[in-house]
């Protein structure tokens, strides 16, 4: 009896001992979450002047750009930092930059690196020809016809100003012409397109720097249209077609024709 109750005892007391310990361990983890997070939080992760630099094109006063960031950058937590919002600040206050890439490094280093955006598009008006960026902004005085950017026809906007982007007169023209482009980013179907050619409001057409043309019909399921594209284009090369009409104005419905002349020439 004597010995069944020495080990019952020392049942309870080990039992009482591991207890003990687990909530020791729970407590001194506790307290160093606290101690983390208010670590975290502390202004040893701030962002200043000094800690952030930019880097890429170097026709661009740096400063500047930092500047154009400041309330979005200086004094805010490393681990709070919006990227998308500095972006939008200095796009912003510069519309010839694209900022490529925001690096961040502890404690509280940031690094921005921007580039000046090339013309891609060309917007004709009054009889010249305007360079405008991937994000619509006009780049140039008025000018000559340039047949390595994309030309965009039909597209009628208001007189244009370097600097600033260029806006269709309809409103719902411009919503079409967005929603193209952003389908054709989408697929990286971009870079064939030779013209766009909006002067029919229920037919666009592309010409492909390839020879073809493609009926896209009417603005609608954009995205459903240009998805199946590249591998409709791909095929009728394969078959040894160097021009023709690829007709995608029924989503998921996609005619060939062969023999097209080439137009826009």
């Known amino acids: 009896m004597s010995r069944e109750r020495y080990a019952n005892t020392g049942s309870s007391r080990g039992g009482y001992r591991v207890k ?34 930019v880097s890429g094109d170097e026709r661009y ?21 919006d990227e998308d919002a500095v972006e939008s600040s200095i ?9 490529t890439d925001i690096i961040r490094g502890l404690p509280n280093r940031v690094e921005i690196v921007v580039k000046e955006r090339e013309p891609l598009y060309q917007f004709e008006y009054d009889g010249k020809y305007y360079d405008a960026a991937d994000n619509g902004v006009i780049m140039s005085e008025g000018r000559s016809n340039d047949p390595a950017l994309i030309q965009v026809v039909g597209f009628n906007i208001a007189p244009p100003q370097r600097g600033k982007k260029a806006e269709a007169l309809d409103q719902r023209q411009q919503r079409d012409f967005d929603e193209l482009m952003l389908s054709l980013r989408k697929y990286d179907f971009v870079s064939q397109v030779r013209s766009i050619d909006m002067t029919e409001e229920t037919n666009i057409t ?14 609608t399921q954009l995205q459903g249209k240009i998805s199946c594209l590249s591998a409709a284009l791909e095929s009728v090369v394969e078959q ?26």
């Open 20 to 53: 003990h310990k687990g909530r020791l361990f729970a407590f001194l983890a506790l307290v160093l979450v606290i101690a983390a997070a208010v670590f975290v939080n502390s202004s040893f992760f701030d962002i200043t002047d000094a800690s952030v630099s």
């Open 61 to 81: 006063h740096f400063e500047d750009i930092k500047s154009a960031a400041a309330d979005k950058l200086f004094g805010i937590n490393i681990f709070k930092l």
């Open 91 to 99: 796009e912003d206050s510069n519309p010839y930059l694209d900022v």
């Open 206 to 219: 592309l010409m492909l720097r390839q020879g073809f043309k493609v009926i896209v019909g009417m603005p």
């Open 240 to 265: 040894g077609n160097t021009s023709g009409t690829l007709d995608i104005s029924v989503a998921g419905n996609i005619y060939f024709s062969a023999g097209v002349e080439n137009e826009g020439e």
